[in-house]
């Protein structure tokens, strides 16, 4: 099973408001360090999303928007209006999708090469940058006000289907990001802070 793309979305709730935390930044690693603290702070947040994935087995580009949620301490959401409405929710180690009338529930625990992507993604929601780093070489440049973040994975299981993640941000909120699949997929999502 590929580490679906839908994963890397949820965890953009939880930076989906800037601006109203403050944080200084000093020596190598403190911006990261700060960006970190920021988003540990966060306790809830919503962004509207436009997500273009790019797939090899489609002559066309597939777009995507709607809805993402997040609720501290791991409860994260995507919620898709177009073009079709669906959601997936991620509660307490439990995968809920939605489709239509289908619904189909998952244990992550039953789906072990997923682990170090939702792993990540609870250490970034809780600041936590030892367990981010035991899954990703982390690259970060710019400063706080203007961030970019790549995510390259450490575990041969997760590089054989995930080249990278580059994310893009200001403050605590994530702009877009960018999901580069070892089979050459990728997707593109914006990200839209609800005020």
């Known amino acids: 099973m590929k580490p679906p793309l839908w994963a890397l979305g949820l965890l953009l709730a939880a930076a989906t408001t800037g601006g109203a935390a403050q944080a200084t930044e000093g020596g190598p690693g403190a911006g990261l360090d700060s960006l970190l603290t920021l988003m540990a702070q966060r306790r809830h947040g919503e962004a509207d999303f436009s997500e273009t994935k790019y797939l090899s087995m489609l002559k066309q580009p597939l777009e995507s928007s709607g809805l993402l949620i997040y609720d501290a301490p791991d409860h994260l959401e995507q919620r898709t209006s177009t073009p079709r409405p669906q959601s997936v929710v991620l509660d ?90 070892s089979d050459g997929d990728r997707s593109v999502m914006r990200i839209t802070p609800r005020e």
């Not at 439990?94 to 239509?100: D, F, P």
């Not at 035991?134 to 400063?143: K, M, P, Y």
């Not at 450490?154 to 893009?168: G, H, S, Y």
């Open 92 to 181: 307490h180690g439990i995968v809920t999708l939605q489709i239509g009338q289908r619904r189909r529930v998952l244990r992550l625990a039953d789906y072990p090469q997923l682990a170090p992507l939702i792993d990540s993604i609870r250490a970034i929601l809780a600041g936590d940058r030892a367990a981010l780093e035991r899954a990703f070489e982390l690259d970060f440049s710019g400063t706080l006000a203007h961030w970019q973040l790549r995510l390259q994975p450490r575990d041969a299981q997760l590089a054989a289907t995930l080249k990278r993640i580059d994310m893009q941000g200001e403050g605590d909120a994530v702009r877009e990001v960018q999901v580069q699949q």
